[in-house]
T-cell receptor
Framework: EDKVVQSPLSLVVHEGDTVTLNCSYEVTNFRSLLWYKQEKKAPTFLFMLTSSGIEKKSGRLSSILDKKELSSILNITATQTGDSAIYLCAVEAYNAGNNRKLIWGLGTSLAVNP | GAGVSQTPSNKVTEKGKYVELRCDPISGHTALYWYRQSLGQGPEFLIYFQGTGAADDSGLPNDRFFAVRPEGSVSTLKIQRTERGDSAVYLC???????????FGPGTRLTVL
């Protein structure tokens, strides 16, 4: 069965710290891996990764995919209280009917204390 | 519009009632997805539309759930004979086309009493 596992489940840091969030997956017919930030109700898109070894960067956030290890990391440098959220990892794969769907991890709950 | 919009933002209903949840995707996005999310869980896939047709409805939990997208834009998720277990946040997402990143609406929080 396809699955996405994120670690740690929760993390508490101080402002200015750097954090690394992990996402590993076991899926057949991998298509892409996506990171989302969820603060209130809806996830906000961060990154989409399809190729191994190519880092995507947006401000203090960066992410990279390792297809050999079936994993991805999301880095946040110089954390701020506004980074407090649940970070969701999702893997897009083909299902049995050859349709694409997202398989979601449970998320990492990040709390950044001032 | 600038983003995906969903109405209502909150819906409280009684067990056994019928509800409709609406999603207005980003203009020009052909793919539309419905998810539901319970507390502490990741979004659970329900159904995916490509244009007007339901390309994948394998996530609908049972025949009380139905969704339409008659003109390839706005979609309505319909739940008949609601049960307490249907309580969740129902999220809609759209993407430019299949395989592109999905952008989510704010969700509808459904509470079934």
């Amino acid at each position: 069965e396809d699955k996405v596992v994120q670690s740690p489940l929760s993390l508490v840091v101080h402002e200015g710290d750097t954090v690394t969030l992990n996402c590993s997956y076991e899926v057949t017919n991998f298509r892409s891996l996506l990171w989302y930030k969820q603060e209130k109700k809806a996830p906000t898109f961060l990154f989409m990764l399809t190729s191994s070894g190519i880092e995507k960067k947006s401000g203090r956030l960066s992410s990279i995919l390792d297809k050999k290890e079936l994993s991805s990391i999301l880095n946040i440098t110089a954390t701020q209280t506004g980074d407090s959220a649940i970070y969701l990892c999702a893997v897009e794969a083909y299902n049995a009917g050859n349709n694409r769907k997202l398989i979601w991890g449970l998320g990492t709950s990040l709390a950044v204390n001032p | 519009g600038a983003g995906v919009s969903q109405t209502p933002s909150n819906k409280v209903t009684e067990k056994g009632k019928y509800v409709e949840l609406r999603c207005d995707p980003i203009s020009g996005h052909t793919a539309l997805y419905w998810y539901r999310q319970s507390l502490g869980q990741g979004p659970e896939f329900l159904i995916y539309f490509q244009g007007t047709g339901a390309a994948d409805d394998s996530g609908l939990p049972n025949d009380r759930f139905f969704a339409v997208r008659p003109e390839g834009s706005v979609s309505t998720l319909k739940i008949q004979r609601t049960e307490r277990g249907d309580s969740a946040v129902y999220l809609c997402a759209s993407s430019l086309t299949r395989g592109r990143e999905q952008y989510f609406g704010p969700g509808t929080r459904l509470t079934v009493l």
